[in-house]
């Protein structure tokens, strides 16, 4: 097994090389509806005359299943030159949309909205409410078909609500008011980079003066008050940053956003990413010790991950457009490995105290020692739970911390809440390699990051 | 990872110095997830966890002694020995079954129709920790920081 997943890892590798962009695509979403959960989009895609389909992302990175939220796609119109083109859905894959692109035509005036009051990739819930919102790339556009999603460039603006403010890995070109433009990246780094934004926004940084590559908790809530991180938790999360760095020696990224959203009327979930991730939890987490306890090993997980599972990413996930069937035979990995390390290092930053970390390995080992589904399914084929949850047309079956699989049934099927059916067995292995998975690093970075595009 | 089996691997806890054990005091993280999630734990004990609100029978662990007994997920809790089921109600009987075998007459709301599961058992309410074992402390300094 760990054969092969270096040899995995490795095709994974050879697929990152950069690819020069070919096409690029002006994307402006007018969010100053989130209020009321309807995200405007308006697309322009060069074209030429003849046959053009259209998709909306289908599998997406970190859920590992065809969770685009299709069904919240509303109100397509396409025009060229101010002529009204007719669209039709395939009769089979309903993400793809086919047109004529008329003579003379050379670009496409694409608008449709996004609903976002249900699930919105990967999170059950909406993605926006009166206060803040969540914006996921993938849920607004739509790219031409057969295009590798690092091959086409992105120019992206957002109008936001009102004195709003937001946080994001992608860079600012211009601003003015509520309108932001952001620098052009590809379609990949675009869906990597998620924004939120909200009327309570706080920022925190997580570097020393001078230090880089440059950290920061980027938090919107429902309330100022929510936003109350105290100093023992600013100094915990700087010790994260640190103790990361130690731990894994080197660092991928040019700058990392811990993404942070406070409420308890969005979705609730945790979103790896390249250089951020999209984090949502309960209003009061800051301020209130149980649930800060509960939700203390999520930002350290989707940390990891952006080391284990982007930088990094197992072959079979790396696909090369979000209309590919990902194959996630390797999730046990992805996650179970970025789980150890990423309580690891709650510990290690005093998110949690040792006896804090022990009594959460206490329930992950008893959740998982209680689990019938292990009689008659090994942890490697926990991987097909999602596809099947999925194919059932079931609600969420994400393989994260604070995922919930089908009500009733997580007993017999078999992972659950705090149970990465893998984090057991990388206790297991973490015995035989001690000295290995305690990794500390035997020889330092040599100070230079390297941001390699697509892995993410 | 290639195996099936009715346990977890817990070896490397083990070896790491520690055993995972189940007794009656409160699991730091299970006691705040049951009071923000508004359920009752009771999953190591009679194998089921039910919520506050409704009653809702959320998870039935095949081979527990409510599994055993015939419920099952989704069902819904109505009473215990008699008396409307709550959180105390329901507590105050796993803890008498600490010092001895206690009777468990669930009523069990199934859809419209309404059944008596009879559960016999022994063992009080029951959480996991990890206890100190034999061997050195690997846990320990696994969690030990990097940075001093």
Request: proline share 6%.
């Amino acid at each position: 097994m760990h054969h092969s997943f270096i040899a995995r890892i490795s095709a994974a590798a050879i697929l990152l090389t950069s690819i020069a962009l070919a096409q690029s695509i002006q994307l402006t979403v007018d969010l100053s509806d989130a209020p009321r959960n309807i995200f405007h989009s308006r697309v322009t895609i060069a074209a030429k005359p003849g046959p053009l389909t259209l998709v909306y992302p289908k599998w997406i990175p970190g859920n590992h299943r065809p969770s685009g939220p299709i069904a919240n796609l509303a109100g397509l119109k396409i025009t060229a030159g101010g002529q009204t083109i007719d669209w039709q859905r395939d009769p089979i894959d309903m993400y793809a949309f086919h047109l004529q692109v008329p003579a003379g035509a050379k670009e496409l005036q694409v608008s449709f909205d996004t609903i976002t009051s249900g699930e919105s990739a990967g999170a059950t819930g909406a993605a926006a409410s009166t206060n803040v919102l969540d914006l996921n790339w993938n849920q607004v556009v739509l790219y031409p078909q057969g295009t590798n999603s690092d091959a086409v460039e992105f120019a992206a603006s957002v109008h936001l609500p009102g004195g709003w403010k937001f946080g994001t890995a992608l860079l600012i070109k211009t601003q003015s008011d509520e309108m932001v433009e952001f620098n052009s990246v590809s379609l990949t780094q675009l869906v990597d980079s998620p924004l939120i934004a909200g009327d309570h926004y706080r920022q925190i940084g997580l570097n020393q003066p001078g230090e880089f590559p440059v950290h920061v908790i980027d938090m919107v809530s429902e309330s100022e008050a929510a936003l109350a991180m105290t100093p023992q938790q600013t100094a915990a999360y700087h010790l994260l940053v640190a103790e990361a760095g130690a731990l894994f020696g080197a660092r991928h990224y040019t700058k990392y956003h811990f993404l942070y959203t406070l409420s308890d009327e969005v979705g609730h979930h945790g979103l790896e990413h390249h250089e951020s991730s999209d984090n949502s939890v309960a209003e009061r987490t800051l301020i209130d010790p149980e649930l800060r306890l509960m939700e203390a090993g999520l930002l350290p997980h989707e940390f990891v991950h952006s080391w284990n599972g982007k930088y990094r990413r197992p072959a079979g996930l790396a696909t090369p457009s979000y209309q590919e069937p990902m194959i996630g035979d390797l999730l046990w990995v992805y996650e179970g490995l970025t789980e150890y390390l990423g309580n690891l290092l709650t510990a290690r930053s005093k998110l949690w105290t040792p006896d804090q970390y022990r009594e959460a390995l206490a329930e992950t080992a008893a959740v998982l020692d209680h689990r019938a589904g292990r009689t008659w399914r090994t942890a490697r084929r926990y991987r097909a739970l999602g596809a099947v949850v999925a194919a059932a047309g079931a609600a969420l079956a994400k393989l994260a911390p604070q995922s919930r699989l089908l009500p009733g049934r997580r007993a017999y099927l078999a992972g659950g809440r705090h149970s990465h059916p893998a984090a057991d067995s990388w206790a297991e292995v973490s015995r035989r390699f001690l000295p290995l998975i305690s990794w500390r690093p035997k020889r330092r970075s040599q100070g230079r990051s390297v941001h390699i595009r697509r892995c993410c | 990872m290639n195996a099936t089996g009715s346990h977890a691997p817990l070896n490397g806890i083990e070896q790491g110095g520690w055993r995972l054990v189940y007794n009656q005091n409160p699991n730091a993280l299970v006691d705040a997830e049951e009071k923000q999630g508004k359920y009752l734990n009771a999953f190591y004990s009679l194998g089921f966890i039910v919520r506050e609100s409704g009653g809702e029978l959320e998870d039935v662990m095949p081979g527990s002694p409510a599994y055993d007994a015939g419920i099952g997920p989704g069902m819904r809790l109505v009473a215990v020995n008699g008396r409307r089921w709550s959180k105390h109600v329901l507590r105050d009987a796993l803890r008498a079954s600490l010092e001895k075998e206690q009777r468990f007459d669930l009523l069990v709301e199934n859809a419209e129709f309404f059944k008596t599961y009879s559960i016999t058992y022994s063992g009080g309410e029951k959480y996991p920790h990890l206890l100190r074992a034999e061997g050195p402390d690997l846990l320990s300094n696994i969690l030990s920081p990097l940075l001093k």
